[in-house]
Each structure stands twice: as structure tokens, then as C-alpha cells.
């Protein structure tokens, strides 16, 4: 069941899901791949997309809803929750309408509060649960997750490739 998860972070249901997609992807990417570095943010984006479509597909069973689970969407969420959690206080406009700013901390309670409606009333036009569960995974990832996870990994990788190479030193 995971691999089909994995697979899902780069699935799209349109050309303009893939179009914006891409411009928040490349908005909010630089940050944080200057924050965690490249093999951590690659980390943090696919397991954000995991649990995204995790969370769209509990929510999906359990309402009995079928639907398209796309994990791009939710990994990207994870990557807008760890930057606006990461850099709270950074100026952001909307496209359209750069008149407008906004911080990133605003940002991101007005994303979780508008996913966390389309949860509760069943709206349908985006995926809510799968961008409230990476939204809500970037943000763990940024307060807890490098430290528990990502900086604990050297022993489980060196186990692995002594795993790997037979047992081996």
C-alpha cells in the first residue's frame, strides 16, 4: 500500500492542478531546502505525501466517499506548513493580488481552518483531509520531526547497510 502512496506525490488531476501546484512548489521550495537541505526536504516531501494520501484515504472509507487520492497536493501542503511554521513573520501575497500581504503565520491558520471546513461540511473540490494531513505533517515535522527523526537516523542507516552489504563490516 505504500508504494502507490509514494507514487501519488507527483499525480495530478489537471493541467492547472499541475500549474499550481508547481508555482507553490517553486514559491516555497527554495526556503526550505535551505532550511533542511536537499535530503532532508526530499524526506520531509515524500513522507508528507504519505501521510496526506493516508489521511485522504482514512477519511474517504470511513464517510464511504470514493475519489482520486493525489498526494502531490498534500506534499506540497507539507512543504507550506513547514516553511510558514519555519519563517512565521515572512511577508506573503497572493499572485493576483500582490496589493494584498499577509504573514505566513495568518497564512497558514487560514489554510487549516478553510481544510479543516471542507473536512467537517464535505466540500469537494479539493482534497481537504489529504492537504490538512500534509499541512498538518509539515508543521510537525518543523516543530518535532527533524529533531526526533532526521538527526536520529545514523544508527538505523548504518544497521541498514551492514544489513545490506550481508552482515558484513
Request: aromatic fraction near 14%; hydrophobic fraction near 50%; include cysteine.
Amino acid at each position: 500500500m505504500c508504494l502507490p502512496m509514494v507514487l501519488s506525490c507527483f499525480s495530478h488531476f489537471s493541467l492547472w492542478h499541475i500549474m499550481a501546484n508547481m508555482y507553490v512548489l517553486w514559491s516555497f521550495s527554495t526556503s526550505i531546502v535551505n532550511i533542511l537541505g536537499k535530503e532532508q526536504f526530499l524526506a520531509m516531501y515524500l513522507s508528507g505525501g504519505v501521510i496526506s494520501s493516508m489521511s485522504s484515504y482514512l477519511l474517504k472509507t470511513t464517510v464511504r466517499r470514493p475519489g482520486l487520492s493525489l498526494g502531490a497536493s498534500g506534499a506540497i501542503m507539507a512543504v507550506l506548513g513547514a516553511v510558514c511554521t519555519q519563517v512565521p513573520n515572512a511577508s506573503l501575497a497572493i499572485i493576483f493580488l500582490p496589493m494584498f500581504t499577509f504573514t505566513a503565520g495568518s497564512a497558514i491558520k487560514v489554510v487549516l481552518a478553510m481544510d479543516t471546513a471542507g473536512v467537517i461540511l464535505g466540500w469537494k473540490l479539493f482534497d481537504h483531509a489529504a492537504h490538512l494531513g500534509g499541512c498538518l505533517f509539515g508543521i510537525w515535522y518543523i516543530k518535532y520531526g527533524s529533531d526526533l527523526i532526521w538527526r536520529n537516523r545514523e544508527p538505523f542507516v548504518s544497521k541498514w547497510h551492514q544489513f545490506r552489504q550481508g552482515g558484513r563490516r
